[in-house]
């Protein structure tokens, strides 16, 4: 069986290898790299911060005017919270805005700069002009997913914790109705602990290729914005879970739900979806004592 998947994996790589599309991508790829330069430090570091940063605002921006406009006009059956930030408060959004962009520059881009520098010297680094082959992307890329969603259940769910939760995750629950660009709206530690570390992990462990990174950081921030968007978006499975964390407080602690169901931290949220699995509403009454507390 295993033999067999293996030969499996190897020809469609192979296949893929000697595609024409393959060749265009590797071509198209390189014609990049003659344009902006192929010094690793700066594609890495630099590169995949304006790419990462730059898709955040984007499409945080997005939902933001949805909030401040009404419009498009079909998607407010699918707000989770409805009549909350609508519109936002400016004095919080101005205060949303300044300590988001102190995280990714003060705190973002020196802590990009340290992951890079100790990966360059401790592992042996991709040649960048040569793209990764599909079976390596796909093993990468799964990768990823399963060190996010176990990395970023355990330092989330630990920062719930007493003192972790009043002096540094309480910040990020002052929203208790999210908007998009709230998702890195928290405390410098947090940031770093919470939402740069597990996303790192994947990459780290593959010695993955820049574009491979390119793609999975686009990911995160299309998943982590639209989760904190205030909205049920149609075909992103998880933007009501985590709108449920912080209206409840106390449970969906996880990225993607398994590890909540692993440790039992999704039951009340499971028996709200089976019993209305036709509404986006949440009650506006509180599950636990340290919600009424906060």
């Not at 909205?231 to 964390?245: E, G, I, K, T």
């Amino acid at each position: 069986m295993q033999s067999a998947f293996e030969n499996a994996t190897f020809e469609v790589a192979q296949n893929w290898n000697e595609s024409s599309s393959s060749s265009y991508l590797h071509e198209k790829w390189n014609a990049f790299l003659d344009v902006v330069g192929d010094n690793p430090d700066h594609v890495y570091v630099w590169g995949l911060t304006i790419w990462t940063y730059g898709w955040f605002w984007l499409i945080g921006a997005i939902f933001l005017l949805m909030d401040l406009t009404g419009w498009p006009a079909f998607m407010r059956k699918y707000k989770n919270q409805p009549g909350t930030n609508e519109p936002p408060e400016w004095a919080k959004l101005k205060r949303l805005v300044t300590r988001v962009a102190l995280n990714q520059f003060v705190y973002g881009v020196p802590f990009a700069y340290l992951t890079y520098y100790v990966r360059k010297m401790t592992l042996e680094m991709p040649d960048i002009r040569q793209l990764p082959t599909i079976d390596v992307f796909l093993r990468d890329f799964a990768i990823c997913v399963v060190t996010w969603e176990m990395g970023f259940y355990y330092s989330h769910r630990f920062l719930h914790a007493g003192f972790w939760y009043k002096y540094i995750h309480k910040v990020h629950h002052e929203w208790s109705s999210p908007v998009a660009w709230s998702v890195m709206y928290c405390h410098p530690l947090e940031f770093i602990l919470s939402d740069q570390i597990p996303i790192f992990i994947g990459p780290a462990i593959c010695k993955s290729h820049p574009v491979t990174i390119a793609v999975w950081f686009l990911y995160v921030v299309v998943d982590t914005v639209v989760d904190h968007s205030g909205y049920h978006v149609p075909f992103f499975l998880y933007s009501r879970q985590h709108d449920y964390h912080h209206e409840k407080f106390n449970e969906n602690f996880g990225v993607f739900g398994w590890c909540d169901s692993l440790h039992g931290t999704n039951k009340k949220y499971l028996q709200k979806i089976r019993s209305d699995k036709k509404s986006v509403k949440f009650t506006q009454e509180p599950d636990s004592k340290e919600q009424k507390d906060r």
